[in-house]
């Protein structure tokens, strides 16, 4: 981590007036979802079910072979008609479970519920493990991971800031849930063993900040305000603005736990329920968005169906997976609804044309992971991975930041992609 880090200051315009009112929209697929067989980079998957094979929403579906132990379950009920390979927001294609909805949308328990108030530690945590719990936020990472060894945690963050453009997926949530946002925080901070639980909202939220501290009262739990620049929801920054601590590879280094508040709030509805991650709640938003709004859909519904429904402005389109500033642009729309998948967006073509770089160094002055952007970029063109290494390349996030503020309108964060894509390639020759 270097010492030179970027200001944490850059407000970025939100847009998010475009989808932060009226209701979320809940739409059915047409005819098959497309259950990805993917958890982070594993796609080791062992069926458990049988081609014919009538499944109902809570079916397990899938579990990984190897890695870590992630389990898939049934989004709809229908007929599991087997095994295709199609285009995943990861950009690549992969292996996905095809199932032909039979329209009764028929429930069965994935697992049975449990009193997390009575409950120990340990048995919660082999709950969120059995229940395929993973980060809703958009990294997919297993839940009952974080917590499997917690000592040294002091402090659980529950991270509602939602700092990306656009995307207010999160923010309808908790507006609209705040009891199980609470809940769930309360059953993760007593799986980390602690009683420090703080979940973190922008201060430019007043509305959302006092109905969560309504809904906390009495408890545990406590709100903290952060300031409403980008990228505050990144959990090194999100540490750094509320524990005032520093770490090289993990939160738990600082002695923190930092979860989505969707990842919360879809906890303790497993914990109550005993049902498996059925839907998901994604912003649809964009200047070429015909109407922008939150949709609920089954996990692997058709992104072109979804679309179709919400209509487009204009046959040319930037498709993103997630936001503008973190998210990848699709070639198509040929992919599905993933479970960590929390927006789309869609942007005109507007292609802004770069000049030569002005040495102005504003892409290192506000780089959150304390990078040299233009450094990088400089052992890109030489081809010295060694040196990118050296300069911290696969410490970015991709946050965008740099190219944002890039008065040459040079794709910066391409350059450090394309930085530690080499460097990742060298190493697997080695």
Known sequence: MSLFLGPMCQHIPGHKSMTDKGQVLDLQPAKEVYIPLVAGANTNFEILVEEGQTVAIGTKLAETKTGFYVPVYSSVSGVYKGTVKRMHSSMRPQMHMVIE??????????????????????????????????????????????????????????????????ITSDYMQTMADPADLIEGARIMGKMAGVTDVRICIKKSHPDLISKIEQASAGTEVTVVPVPDVYPMGWERVLVREVLHKEYDKLPAEAGAIVNNAGTAIELAKMVKN??????????????????????RVPVG?????????????????????????????????????????N????????????????????????????????????????????????????????????????????????????????????????
């Open 274 to 295: 005993g049902e498996a991650l059925e839907t998901k709640v994604v912003t649809v938003s964009g200047e070429a968005v015909d109407k922008p709004c939150n949709v």
């Open 101 to 166: 909805l039979d329209g009764k949308q028929t429930k069965t328990q994935a697992f049975a519920p449990i009193d997390w108030m009575t409950a120990g530690r340990e048995d919660l945590v082999e709950f969120a493990k059995q229940a395929g719990l993973i980060g809703l936020g958009g990294a997919g990472f297993p839940t009952y991971v974080k917590y499997g060894n917690p000592s040294g945690i002091t402090t659980v963050l529950i991270n509602a800031v939602e700092c990306e453009p656009y």
């Open 301 to 341: 519904m058709p992104v072109e169906e979804i679309l179709d429904h919400l209509g487009l402005k204009g046959d040319e389109v930037i498709l993103c997976a997630g936001g503008p500033m973190m998210g990848k642009a699709i070639p198509n729309n040929k992919f599905v609804i993933d479970r960590a998948m």
């Open 343 to 430: 927006a789309l967006t869609v942007l005109p073509v507007n292609p802004v044309p770069a000049i030569a770089c002005l040495r102005c160094g504003s892409c290192s002055d506000h780089c959150p992971a304390g990078l040299q952007p233009v450094r990088i970029a400089n052992a890109l063109k030489m081809g010295d991975a060694v040196l990118m290494e050296k300069l911290g390349a696969l410490s970015c996030i991709e946050c965008g930041m740099c190219t944002y503020v890039c008065p040459s309108r040079i794709d910066v964060t391409e350059n450090v992609r394309k930085a530690k894509r080499t460097i990742q390639m060298k190493s697997r020759k080695k």
